[in-house]
């Protein structure tokens, strides 16, 4: 992992020289909407945003039904508000009919991601940042060769940067065996255009299997995740909603080494009309990137709805006007009346996310973050805690999860709203990479999301406002000096 941190400083080292010096642009130009003064009526929320189902695009009627069945599972004011929030940016897509399940830490998530790989009967797209070649890997390899010899077709996506300290023979014997392999943004200057947009990297982790279930979230196909965090073990628990989603998985000192004991992350499985977005990213990508072959479009089989969450799925990338994933957040927080849950593996949010959060609990809201007490990356990590002082003092509740590298980038807000995804809340996820984040409406969903936020609360330490105030002048050196450069970590 140190390997891969150096090796993509010095990428950006690289591209700092090769451009010009500056700010890089907001995630979002101008001013933020305001958010709704209150719940607006279920027909007005429908006429502002589009609902695909099973059967294709609905109507303003079936729209309405879609968001009755999701506003019956209780709190209703508090999803029109926050639907109505999400509108407010802009065009909102939601496809109605998924069934959505959490995956919580690596052997959760490898041991479904490899059955919908077992069980794959036309194709298989993966996509993920980190591609190792370690144990987990190398069983990856021999499974997808397996089902490519089987006939069915395959194509892989890494990041280059990413997935530096991989072997080319890792990938070499792949492409011999029939699989279509494809870099995103080579770091050789020979093997691509535009070599000064190096710092362009694809972060997002997405598998698809027959065009009928989707995974997504911020766990890489890397070593690290082998074991499960210490909250949860490695072993197979589950936190049943009232719905059926399921979850299954696994001091404010300054531990800046990212110790061998188990990474926390999320993932979500997905099956329904909201896979096909999965799907249809891979593809631009893949055609954006000129990588050889043609990933064939796919349809999921027709049948009856899988489950009866309402979804989005919300990608990114440095093209975008303005970052739909960091106004889904902002707006979100900004509209939110009970509660603001966020784990965030990476937390350098910038002034207008602060303020949000800020506002937020100074007007009731209970405001909770759980943050990394130990990181891959230490300067971010310093770069978010020059921001605790005025967040403890506004009310905000912050909690550094112990015994664990925290990697997960999950929010649930008022209830109803529920992210996973692979974007942080830093710069570089906001206005330098691909990624992208599923967000499941609804208080089913969100009850699920709220207990595993609880289970990482209750092996976190609370930062305390009087006791962070006495820390030392190293520790706020490495905060001022982090957070100078929070816009480029």
């Not at 080494?257 to 893949?286: C, S, Y």
Request: glycine residues 8%; hydrophobic residues 40%.
């Amino acid at each position: 992992m140190r390997r891969r941190v150096a090796a993509l400083v010095l990428a950006l080292g690289a591209s700092v020289t090769l451009v010009a010096c500056g700010t890089p642009q907001p995630p979002v130009n101008g001013r933020l909407p305001d958010p709704p003064a209150s719940a607006p009526a279920l027909t007005r929320v429908a006429a502002r945003v589009d609902v695909v189902g099973p059967r294709g695009a609905m109507n303003q009627a079936n729209r309405e039904q879609a968001l009755q069945a999701t506003a019956a599972q209780g709190k209703a004011e508090l999803l029109k508000r926050q639907v109505a929030a999400m509108a407010a940016f802009g065009d909102v897509d939601l496809y109605a009919g998924n069934d959505a399940r959490l995956l919580v830490d690596g052997p959760a998530t490898f041991a479904a991601m490899f059955a919908a790989i077992e069980r794959s009967r036309q194709q298989i797209v993966l996509e993920s940042y980190i591609i190792e070649d370690a144990d987990v890997s190398q069983q990856l390899a021999d499974l997808l060769l397996r089902r490519r010899a089987q006939g069915v077709e395959v194509a892989i996506l890494y990041d280059a940067v990413g997935s530096l300290g991989t072997q080319d023979a890792y990938f070499e014997r792949m492409r011999q065996g029939g699989i279509a392999v494809c870099a995103f943004n080579p770091v050789n200057p020979l093997k691509r255009a535009r070599y000064h947009k190096i710092t362009h990297r694809d972060h997002r982790k997405i598998l698809v299997v027959d065009g009928e279930i989707g995974f997504t979230g911020g766990i890489n196909i890397s070593a690290v995740y082998s074991s499960g965090s210490s909250g949860f073990g490695g072993r197979a628990s589950s936190f049943p909603p009232r719905g059926s989603a399921r979850a299954s998985g696994s001091d404010g000192k300054d531990k800046d080494e990212a110790p061998d004991k188990g990474w926390r992350d999320t993932m979500i499985q997905v099956r329904g009309p909201a896979t096909k977005a999965l799907h249809t990213l891979f593809r631009e990508v893949w055609a954006q990137q000129r990588c050889e072959g043609t990933v064939a479009a796919i349809e999921p089989p027709p049948g009856p709805a899988p489950g009866r969450h309402l979804m989005r799925v919300i990608p990114s990338s440095p093209q975008d006007t303005q970052n739909r994933i960091y106004t889904l957040l902002i707006g979100s927080i900004r509209a939110a009346q009970r509660s603001v849950y966020l784990t965030m593996a990476y937390f350098a949010p910038g002034q207008d996310m602060v303020d949000a959060l800020c506002e937020a609990a100074q007007r009731g809201v209970d405001v909770q973050l759980i943050l990394p007490s130990r990181s891959d990356f230490a300067p971010v990590m310093h770069a978010g805690r020059a921001h605790y002082e005025r967040l403890l003092k506004a009310g905000v509740r912050i909690h550094e999860l112990q015994d664990a590298v925290l990697h997960a980038k999950t929010a649930v807000i008022d209830g109803v709203v529920s992210t996973v995804g692979s974007s942080n809340m830093d710069w570089r996820s906001f206005v330098h990479n691909n990624e992208v984040n599923a967000v499941v409406l609804g208080d089913d969903f969100g009850d699920a999301m709220t207990r595993m936020f609880e289970r990482d609360r209750a092996v976190s330490e609370p930062i305390e406002l009087r006791r962070w105030q006495d820390r030392g002048v190293w520790q706020r050196g490495k905060e001022f000096f982090s957070r100078m450069f929070e816009q480029w970590w």
